[in-house]
């Protein structure tokens, strides 16, 4: 698609479809965005007289001048905030895909809740984008429905001395859209597509067009080199598992970010085989990694100053005559070993192998991110990452992030108590706690001991937001892409 930013208004605009934006339960029935559309009376009342009662993202598309308006509500005043203005972008986009239309006319709203023009016309543009995302590439798609298709979009501002920051965050909401929809493909691509050489080879693409640097150790090696928690998981598998590491170092970097991504392309339960009830969805069990090739896509084509090292396992969890058994111990890359009396909590095996290994990069920060416990899909649903760290300076980052980009974190503690559910007593540490309790704290707190040395790490437990069970205004049912636009607020906030 193409974006344009131009200065005007929106009774100007020559095709397409033009949106207004309208506010619920206003004194003034005509308070129309921006304020003067307010002034084309017979408008307002044809708006009035639809039934239209401006609640958020309701929509009306009505005849007007020799073309069509698209009527968008907003919400309630008090209510507006920037994610109020992504999903207003979101819901006219795709109401306009659908009827139909190729060009979309969008006014970008100067109200205070919505902060700066540069930060607005992102998030509008990221909203739209974002919005008309389908997974088709493995379906034949109908003629009629190929044809609906959005070509461009004008956002349109009042005042000229507005553009040039207009322009810099539709710019920039470019190269977020670009990483997100990178992820999503990466995560409904389905497992036998989406295999650990195929992320292995997506990395090594990645770092071709970016110029970044990308070393994969593959299976063999792993085993050589003591990955054993990768190996582990891996070898129950016929698919051989992928280290990647990405790096992306510009010459004047202020910080170093270790990002570390669970990538189980597809996660069985291995010997602890999972119920086969929805266990097609373990598919997105990679959302971690996808995540991190997102945030590192972004990163390189924004030129963010910071360095960003992405840490990646690839594997499946399967169950084999080599997979693997509960009891089985093994020794992780960091000397510590671990009985796996549930092969089902593989997550915690790859990544203690990867935090461990970000230690060589002696990084200011670092996150890792895992859909790693159903327990944090139950405390958490799928409105909330679950967040567990021990440096509160990292935790009001995350959280600023999350507020800011609507990938919103929730706090769960890691009180040292709860690290003796983790103790084994043949090995160092057990891979599952015999209670049951607490199941996506004991997990972190399983991930804490390979950070020992580590200056900053947090963990986010991404197990209920990166797949929609539903449609949502920006985000279609399936892959979110969650963590990415969170990960690139993080290090471009970073002083
Ligand atoms: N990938 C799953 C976690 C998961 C569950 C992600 C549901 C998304 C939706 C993880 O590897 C897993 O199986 N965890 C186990 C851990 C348990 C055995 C301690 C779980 O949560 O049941
Ligand atoms: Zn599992
Ligand atoms: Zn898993």
């Not at 307010?38 to 929509?59: I, P």
């Not at 998030?123 to 959005?150: C, F, I, M």
């Not at 507005?162 to 810099?168: H, I, M, N, V």
């Not at 199941?439 to 437990?461: C, N, P, R, S």
């Amino acid at each position: 698609m193409r974006v344009s930013v131009k200065v005007g208004q929106l009774g100007q605009a020559r095709d397409g479809v033009v949106v207004y934006a309208a506010l619920e339960g206003e004194q003034r029935p005509d308070r129309l965005l921006p304020p003067y559309a307010a002034r084309d009376r017979a408008f307002v009342q044809l708006v009035k007289g639809s039934g239209f009662r401006g609640a958020a993202n309701e929509t009306v598309l009505l005849p007007k001048g020799r073309g069509w308006a698209l009527v968008v509500g907003l919400g309630k005043m008090k209510d507006l905030s920037l994610e109020q203005a992504r999903q207003f972008a979101g819901t006219a986009a795709r109401t306009a895909r659908a009827r139909g239309f190729r060009h979309l006319v969008l006014p970008v709203l100067r109200e205070r809740a919505f902060g700066q023009a540069s930060t607005v016309a992102q998030a509008l543009t990221e909203g739209a984008w974002l919005s008309l995302y389908r997974y088709d590439q493995l379906k034949q798609v109908p003629k009629h429905e190929k044809n609906k298709r959005l070509d461009a979009m004008t956002l349109l501002i009042e005042r000229s001395r507005d553009l040039g920051e207009a322009k810099r965050g539709a710019e920039k909401a470019e190269a977020v859209v670009e990483a997100v929809r990178l992820a999503r493909d990466l995560i409904n691509g389905p497992s036998n597509i989406v295999t650990p050489t195929y992320l292995a080879n997506h990395a090594r693409a990645l770092a071709k067009e970016l110029k970044l640097k990308c070393t994969v150790t593959p299976f063999a090696q792993l085993k050589r080199l003591g990955f054993g928690g990768i190996v582990g998981v891996a070898q129950g598998s016929p698919h051989p598992a992928q280290f990647i590491v990405l790096e992306y170092h510009p010459s004047r970097a202020k910080a170093t970010f270790a990002l570390c991504g669970k990538g189980i392309t597809f996660d069985s339960g291995g010997i602890s085989i999972k119920p086969s009830a929805k266990m097609e969805q373990m598919k997105y069990d990679m959302s971690g990694a996808a995540a991190v090739l997102g945030a590192m896509k972004a990163a390189a084509t924004l030129k963010l100053p910071v360095r960003v090292v992405g840490i990646i396992a690839a594997t499946e969890n399967m169950p084999s005559g080599t997979a693997q058994k509960p009891g089985d111990v093994l020794k992780t890359l960091s000397g510590k070993t671990v009985e796996v009396l549930n092969t089902d909590a593989e997550g915690r095996l790859v990544l203690a192998d990867c935090l461990h290994y970000a230690k060589r990069y002696k990084p200011d920060c670092v996150v890792d991110l895992a859909t790693l416990t159903g327990a944090c899909v139950v405390a958490l649903g799928a409105e909330a990452i679950g967040l567990m760290t021990k440096n509160e300076r990292l935790a009001a980052r995350l959280n600023h992030a999350g507020q800011a980009t609507y990938e919103r974190v929730w706090r769960l503690p890691l009180w040292d108590e709860y690290g003796p559910a983790m103790k084994s007593d043949i090995a160092d540490l057990r891979n599952v706690t015999n209670t049951g309790e607490a199941g996506t704290i004991t997990a972190a707190k399983f991930l804490e001991e390979f950070t020992e040395g580590l200056k900053a790490w947090a963990h986010l437990d991404i197990a209920g937001t990166a797949w929609s069970e539903k449609d949502k205004p920006y985000v279609p049912k399936g892959a979110v892409g969650i963590g990415v636009r969170l990960l690139v607020k993080l290090m471009e906030n970073w002083r």
